[in-house]
C-alpha cells in the first residue's frame, strides 16, 4: 500500500486488516513496519504492507528511500511486491496520481483507491472512476475507508487479476527520451528484462549508483551535457507528468463544479488565527490532561483494587515466607505500581488519534511553524516532537521524514525531552504527594501536568536554537505541508491504535517490569540481615547503593531512597513507582504509596516528600534520560555512540542543575 500523506492509507489499511495485524520494524533499521492480513470475497488470504506516506519515488528522506527498496523487491527480508495498492486522495487528484504515474513504472500490477470521495463531492469535484480507469489503463475503485464504503469492491478487485499498467503514458521531451533510451538500453543488457529500466534510468540521471558501470557512465555524461546546456531535465519530467495529468483528467471529464464554502473553510479561520488559534489548542491540551485526570480515576480505582484484593488472596493462600513476600512485594507490587496508570496512558492516546485522524494535527504544526523556525527547526520537525509526547521511541524513528540531516539530527536530541507517557506515572504520583487531593481539584493538577510538559517543551525548543544556531549551524527549509480536509475520526482506527500501545505497555510491564520487580525485591530483602523491615531495607544490597549516591543527591532533597528510584528507573521512567511501591512495602497500592511517601522522614523526623522536594524531584524527570531503549534507538539512528553519550550527559546534567536550583532558590524564598 503506498500514497501520500494523508489520503487515508492506514485508515483504510486498518479497515482492509481489522486485527490481524503485526508492528516491527524494517529490516536493519528503526522505521515502524505494519503488515496485515486481509482477506478477498472467496476468503483469499492477502498480506498487506503499509509503507510510509510519500510524494514521490524520487527519495528526499530515509523513509522515502525505505518506500522505494520495499517496492523495487531490494529491502532485505521482504519479497518484491506481486502487486501495489495506491491510495489518492480523490479531492486533490493531480498531485496524488503524480505518485501513480511513478508506480505505474515499476513494471508491477497496480490497484488505486479513489479514497475520501465524499470530501471531493463536498467541494463540488465530478469524478468519474470508470473514465478514469479507462485513460490511466488501472483500475479505480471509490472508497470511503472511515465509513467503510467501497470495501466491499475492493476485496473483490483483490481478489481478481490486477491489471499490468503497460507502457508509459506521458510524453518526454525529445532530448530527454533520447537519453532515457539509450541509458535503459545499457540497463536492459545487464539486467533481467523485467526490471523497469525507463524508471531506472531516471534514477542514474538523478544521481544514483545502484545500476550496471556502462548505464552509469552513460547518464553521468548525459547529466554533464544537460548541464552545458542549461536544460533542467528534472523540472521537465515533473512538468511533462503534470500536463499529462491534465490532459488525462480532462479527457476523463473531472472537473469542480461550483465549490462552495465548506466546513474546513470556516473551522480553519477560527483555529488558523494567529490569535484564537492558539487559545484552541491550548483549550484542547487543557481538556485531554483534564481527562487524564478525572476520567482515569475510575478505571484506576477498579485497577487499584484488583490488585490489592490479589495480594490480599495471596496472603490468606500461602504460608508466610520469603516466597509470598515475593509475590506481594515484589510481582504484584512492582507490576501493579505502573500497570494501574494503563487507563491514563490509553486516554493520552485517544486523544493523539482522534486529533491525527480527524486532521487538526496538520493545523497545529502550521500553527507552530513561526516557532519552529525561530528555533532553528523545519515545521517538519513538529509531528516527531509531537509523537514524542506519546513515546520519544517512535517520536525519534518519525524524523526520518524530515529531509535536512541537521535538522534531524536537532529533533532527535531534544526529541526526549517532551514529556512521554512513561512519565506520567511518575508525575501523578509525585504530584499527589505534594498536595493533597483536598487541596488539588483534577482541573488543577491538569494544570500542573500541563506546567511539566511546558517546561519540557521550552527548554527542548531554546536547546534547539542552541543546537541549530550555534553548534551545528544552517538554515531550515521552509515547510511545505497540506492542511488535510477535517474529517470524522475513525473510532475503529482510534481504537486499534490504543490497543496495539496497550499491549506494548502491558508486554513492558510483563516482562521489563516485572523482571525489574524481581531484581529489585531480591536487592531490597537481602542479605536478611535485620528483621524490622526499615532497618533490613537501610542494610540491603539496594540499601547500600542508595547511602553510596546519597552525598551526590542531598543537595537536591533527595535520601538513599529515592535514590534506588532513579537508579532503577534508569531501565524505564515509570519503573520509579514501581520501585517506590517496592522500597515502601504498600503492594503495589496508589493510595498507599502515597501515603508512605507524605509520612517519609529523614533521621531528624522532618518530612522528605516536602512540596519542594517532589517539585525538585519533577523537574529532575522533565529532563533526565531515564530510558535505555531511547539511547538504542538514537545509537541506530545516528550510526555511532557519540550522540546518544552526548545526550545522556547533556540530559543528566540539565536534569541535576534544574532540580538544585528548585531547592536552592525555594529555600532562599522560604519555601
Not at 534508569?570 to 504509596?593: C, D, K, N, P, Q
Request: aromatic share 10%; with cysteine.
Amino acid at each position: 500500500m503506498v500514497g501520500n500523506p494523508n489520503a487515508g492509507k492506514s485508515t483504510l489499511f486498518n479497515a482492509l486488516t481489522g486485527l490481524r495485524q503485526r508492528v516491527a520494524n524494517y529490516p536493519g533499521v528503526t522505521v515502524e513496519k505494519r503488515t496485515g492480513t486481509a482477506f478477498t470475497l472467496h476468503g483469499e488470504a492477502v498480506e498487506l504492507i503499509d509503507l510510509p506516506g510519500l510524494y514521490s519515488l524520487t527519495p528526499r528522506s530515509p523513509d522515502e528511500e525505505i518506500a522505494r527498496k520495499v517496492l523495487r523487491g531490494e529491502s532485505p527480508g521482504i519479497p518484491k511486491p506481486d502487486a501495489i495498492l495506491c491510495v489518492v486522495d480523490a479531492s486533490n487528484l493531480e498531485r496524488n496520481l503524480f505518485l501513480v504515474t511513478q508506480v505505474l513504472e515499476l513494471g508491477i500490477p497496480v490497484l488505486v483507491a479513489l479514497n475520501m470521495v465524499d470530501v471531493a463531492e463536498a467541494r463540488g469535484i465530478r469524478l468519474k472512476p470508470e473514465e478514469l480507469s479507462r485513460t490511466m489503463g488501472v483500475k479505480f475503485i471509490p472508497t470511503v475507508a472511515h465509513r467503510g464504503k467501497g470495501l466491499v469492491e475492493l476485496r473483490a478487485a483483490l481478489g481478481q487479476k490486477i491489471s499490468d499498467p503497460g507502457h508509459r503514458r506521458w510524453v518526454m521531451p525529445p532530448q530527454l527520451a533520447t537519453a532515457v533510451g539509450q541509458i535503459a538500453a545499457a540497463w536492459r543488457d545487464a539486467l533481467p528484462a523485467d526490471l523497469a529500466a525507463e524508471g531506472r534510468a531516471l534514477e542514474l540521471l538523478a544521481g544514483s549508483n545502484d545500476g550496471p558501470e556502462g548505464a552509469r557512465k552513460l547518464a553521468n555524461a548525459w547529466r554533464q551535457r544537460f548541464r552545458e546546456q542549461a536544460f533542467d531535465w528534472s523540472a521537465a519530467v515533473v512538468h511533462a507528468r503534470y500536463a499529462y495529468l491534465r490532459e488525462m483528467l480532462g479527457k476523463a471529464g473531472i472537473g469542480h463544479g461550483h465549490v462552495k464554502m465548506t466546513w474546513t473553510d470556516r473551522i480553519d479561520a477560527l483555529v488558523l488565527n494567529p490569535v484564537a488559534g492558539w487559545g484552541v489548542l491550548a483549550g484542547i491540551l487543557m481538556l485531554l490532561f483534564t481527562s487524564i485526570f478525572s476520567i482515569a480515576a475510575y478505571p484506576m480505582e477498579w485497577i487499584d483494587a484488583g490488585f490489592a484484593a490479589a495480594g490480599q488472596w495471596v496472603h490468606g493462600q500461602m504460608a508466610p515466607g520469603l516466597f509470598r513476600d515475593l509475590l506481594v512485594d515484589g510481582v504484584l507490587a512492582g507490576v501493579g505500581g505502573v500497570v494501574i496508570f494503563l487507563p491514563q496512558i490509553l486516554i493520552l492516546f485517544f486523544f493523539l488519534g482522534l486529533l491525527e485522524d480527524s486532521g487538526y494535527l496538520a493545523r497545529a504544526a502550521f500553527l507552530l511553524d513561526r516557532v519552529m523556525h525561530r528555533v532553528g527547526l523545519s515545521g517538519k520537525s513538529f509531528i516527531p516532537l509531537l509523537s514524542s509526547y506519546a513515546c520519544a521511541i517512535p517520536g525519534i524513528m518519525a524524523t526520518r521524514t524530515v529531509e535536512d540531516p541537521k535538522d534531524r539530527l536537532t529533533t532527535i536530541l531534544v526529541a526526549p525531552l517532551m514529556s512521554c507517557s512513561a512519565r506520567i506515572p511518575v508525575y501523578t504520583t509525585l504530584i499527589a504527594a505534594a498536595v493533597p487531593a483536598a487541596l488539588m481539584p483534577a482541573w488543577g493538577k491538569a494544570g500542573a501536568m500541563l506546567g511539566l510538559y511546558g517546561l519540557g517543551t521550552i527548554t527542548a525548543f531554546f536547546l534547539a536554537w542552541l543546537f541549530r544556531k550555534k553548534i551545528l549551524g544552517g538554515m531550515s527549509p521552509p515547510l511545505i505541508l497540506e492542511l488535510p480536509p477535517y474529517r470524522r475520526p475513525s473510532f475503529r482506527t482510534v481504537a486499534l491504535r490504543m490497543w496495539e500501545r496497550a499491549g506494548v505497555f502491558l508486554r513492558r510491564a510483563g516482562t521489563v517490569i516485572l523482571a525489574l520487580s524481581i531484581l529489585l525485591w531480591f536487592l531490597c530483602n537481602f542479605p536478611h540481615a535485620a528483621e524490622d523491615p526499615s532497618d533490613r531495607l537501610a542494610q540491603s544490597f539496594a540499601g547500600q547503593i542508595g547511602h553510596a549516591l546519597e552525598p551526590v543527591l542531598r543537595p537536591l532533597g533527595f535520601d538513599w531512597r529515592i535514590g534506588v528510584g532513579l537508579v532503577a528507573s534508569l531501565a524505564a521512567r515509570e519503573v520509579f513507582v514501581s520501585t517506590m511501591s517496592i522500597v515502601y512495602h504498600v503492594g503495589g497500592e496508589e493510595e498507599g504509596l502515597i501515603h508512605a511517601m507524605r509520612s517519609a522522614t529523614w533521621p531528624d523526623g522532618s518530612l522528605i516528600y516536602t512540596p519542594l522536594t517532589c517539585l525538585a524531584l519533577l523537574v529532575f524527570y522533565v529532563y533526565a534520560l531515564q530510558c535505555l531503549s531511547t539511547v538504542a534507538v538514537v545509537r541506530r539512528e545516528t550510526g555511532s555512540w557519540k550522540w546518544p553519550a552526548f545526550m545522556m550527559i547533556y540530559m543528566a546534567g540539565l536534569a541535576y542543575t534544574g532540580a538544585w536550583l528548585v531547592q536552592t532558590v525555594g529555600r532562599a524564598l522560604g519555601a
